[in-house]
């Protein structure tokens, strides 16, 4: 079985839809792979104790312990190494990476960021959005590179911005479709991996 690996930063809702995507999609047999870890930089991140009830090894990593960017970074490279990870997926992993950490996973690291890229890279995107008074809004599934919310995309989901919408009710309705995207844009990825 070849691994993937989910970092995490908070909830975890795109974590659990893969994770439930990679069971009820049949992901071993078809493409021979399984979610072997989730990390997370936060130790009060809630969808720690999700992955930990359905049998995935849980591992944190607190950024504040360590001296610098590069430590924590090298330190997260390490730990993730210990997989061999044909795919390190971001799901909600608030920090910045260095560029050693991008490159050394060039091509098998990959992120979901809720706004249509090249848009509202960075954070508020929804405020951002309802500000400029964009209609539409939504999500991006990209490669990571070390140009910030700038690699090649994967895929996008666009939902409506509506009026008086609030920076919380486009954001729930932006996650219920990261939630569909996410999944989708691993199975295309793994559909057309190398060994499958
Ligand atoms: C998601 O909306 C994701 O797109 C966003 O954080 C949320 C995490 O939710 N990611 C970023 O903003 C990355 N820059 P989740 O923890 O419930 O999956």
């Not at 919310?149 to 994967?154: A, F, N, Q, V």
């Not at 008086?164 to 990825?189: F, K, N």
């Amino acid at each position: 079985m070849k691994n993937i690996v989910i970092l995490i930063s908070g909830s975890g809702s795109n974590m659990a839809a893969i994770v439930q995507a990679a069971q009820q999609r049949r992901w071993g047999a078809r493409f021979g792979v399984q979610i072997a870890a989730v990390v997370s930089n936060r130790a009060d991140a809630a969808g720690l104790a999700w992955a930990q009830d359905q049998g995935i090894a849980v591992a944190v990593l607190d950024h504040t312990t360590y001296a610098s960017r590069e430590s924590f970074d090298a330190a997260l490279q390490a730990h993730l190494d210990g997989y061999a990870p044909a795919l390190v997926v971001l799901a909600g992993f608030m920090r910045i990476l260095s560029a050693d950490f991008v490159n050394h996973f060039a091509g098998r690291l990959i992120n979901i960021h809720p706004s249509l890229l090249p848009a509202f890279g960075g954070l508020h995107t929804h405020q951002r959005a309802i500000d400029m008074g964009c209609q539409f809004a939504g999500a991006t599934v990209h490669h990571v590179t070390a140009d910030l919310d700038h690699g090649p995309i994967l895929a996008q989901a666009v939902v409506p911005v509506l009026p008086g919408d609030t920076a919380s009710a486009l954001s729930a309705r932006v996650l219920t479709q990261e939630h569909l995207l996410y999944p989708q844009a691993i199975e295309g990825w793994l559909s057309r991996a190398s060994w499958v």
